[in-house]
């Protein structure tokens, strides 16, 4: 299907329900410059939402990522600063332990759910741990980001019988709580984590308010989790389906992990779209625009696009070069978690094959009702 909007030739609309509607940017070229110009396609009033938001979900939802410069580019660069690759390096040393440990128990269990035993558990970890969240609050802390991302999905939302409003904004206030109890926490008692480092004024004085943590945090434990978790669950799926490529990867693991993990992003592509809205008139890839449209920048599509990727339905871990945009196109709101994602899914894939070679979906992964995410609830392994 996308293959034929990205061969049309007329722009892409696509009404919604309630009247409104957008436009869909299903080619390589207008994904990467809609992400060059930031002030013609705007992250505001959402990047993340096709609908506008209701006031009492940006309240607590409206984080960088829905915020255009200077605001975008102030927090942006607080957060960088304790987001550095010095920070992550910190990390990752818990990253390559905790993945011997998650194979470890693996591998004593026997069959199981690989997303609840192992891909869940990864990111989860790390995250927690880098900012210093206490372990007996993992299962609330996920519980909410399911609810959050997932939003559509039966199997998460209002199980209980309470709409969907009202259980996001449920979710949404326990993390800010969280984080406005760990961030008071941390002015009155400093550790070696994020959070410290977040709350306390850096060397030109610049520091987060408790909002802007919330927000961030919210942020931060939403987009850490789902994506490379996903990310992973996808990984064992491609290399059940492509044995010829898991293979490969096992004939020379340090050579073939980092091509591995690009093209698993690629062709994955864990986070389906992100939303901009135009400031102005605006011409793109030869399409007229205007101001005040929706546009939404669909990077599975631009993932697949035959004009950039050579038979872009293959899964082919030697592909090169593989420009793909699975962390968003260059730009000011490229994704500020790449770097540590790629260290866990290559630290996790090299534990996993290394060990149990033979690791493989046993049947079909049980996929997320949700367009922002591609997501896979379970996933039956064996070895
Ligand atoms: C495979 C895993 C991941 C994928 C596919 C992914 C994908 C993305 C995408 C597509 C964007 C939007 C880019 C844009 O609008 O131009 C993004 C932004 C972001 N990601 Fe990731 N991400 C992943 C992992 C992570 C992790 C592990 C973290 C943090 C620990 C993270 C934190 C963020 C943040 C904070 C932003 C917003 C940046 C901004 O607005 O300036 N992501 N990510």
């Known amino acids: 299907m996308f293959a034929a909007l990205r061969a049309a030739e007329e722009r892409i609309y696509c009404p919604l329900s309630d ?49 255009d410069d200077p605001r975008h580019a102030r927090l942006r660069r607080i957060v960088s600063r304790s987001f550095t690759p010095r920070m992550i390096q910190r990390f990752t040393g818990d990253v390559t332990v905790l993945a011997r440990r998650l194979v470890d128990e693996l591998a004593e269990r026997g069959p199981c759910d690989f997303v609840e035993h192992v891909a869940t558990p990864m990111p989860l970890q790390i995250i927690c741990s880098m900012m210093g969240i206490p372990g007996t609050a993992y299962g609330d802390v996920i519980d909410a980001t399911n609810a959050v991302l997932a939003i559509g999905d039966p199997d998460y939302v209002g199980p209980d019988g309470k709409d969907r409003a009202t259980t996001i904004r449920e ?6 709580e969280l ?40 942020l931060l434990v939403v987009a850490g989790n789902e994506t490379t978790r996903n990310a992973l669950s996808h990984a064992l799926v491609l290399f059940s389906a492509n044995p010829d490529q898991r293979m490969l990867l096992l004939s020379d693991m340090n050579r ?28 793109l890839q030869g399409h007229a625009y205007q101001a005040g449209d929706r546009v939404i920048l669909y990077y599975n599509s631009a993932n697949r696009d035959e004009a950039v990727f050579k038979d872009p339905h293959t899964f082919d871990i030697t592909r090169s070069p593989n420009p793909h945009v699975g962390f968003g196109a260059p730009g000011p709101h490229f994704c500020l978690g790449a770097h540590l994602a790629k260290r866990e899914i290559t630290e996790l894939l090299r534990e996993l094959y290394a060990r149990l070679p033979n690791l493989h979906a046993t049947d079909h992964a049980c996929r997320q009702r949700a367009s922002f995410i591609n997501g896979i609830t379970s996933l039956p392994c064996a070895f």
């Open 171 to 176: 979710k949404f206030s326990y993390l800010h």
């Open 19 to 67: 009247g409104s509607g957008f436009y869909a940017l299903t080619r390589y070229e207008e994904v990467s410059e809609a992400s060059r110009h930031p002030e013609v396609f705007s992250s505001q009033p959402t990047a993340v939402s096709v609908t506008d938001p209701a006031p009492e979900v940006t309240e607590y939802s409206g984080s960088m990522i829905s915020l």
């Open 256 to 283: 073939r992990l980092p091509g591995a993990v690009e093209e698993v992003v690629r062709y994955a592509s864990p986070v389906t779209w992100m939303r901009r809205t135009l400031t102005r008139d605006y011409e």
């Open 179 to 218: 984080m406005s109890d760990l961030g008071r926490l941390r002015r009155e008692r400093p550790a070696d984590d994020l959070v410290t480092a977040l709350t306390n004024a850096n060397v030109d004085g610049e520091a987060l308010t408790d909002i802007e943590l919330g927000r961030f945090f919210t």
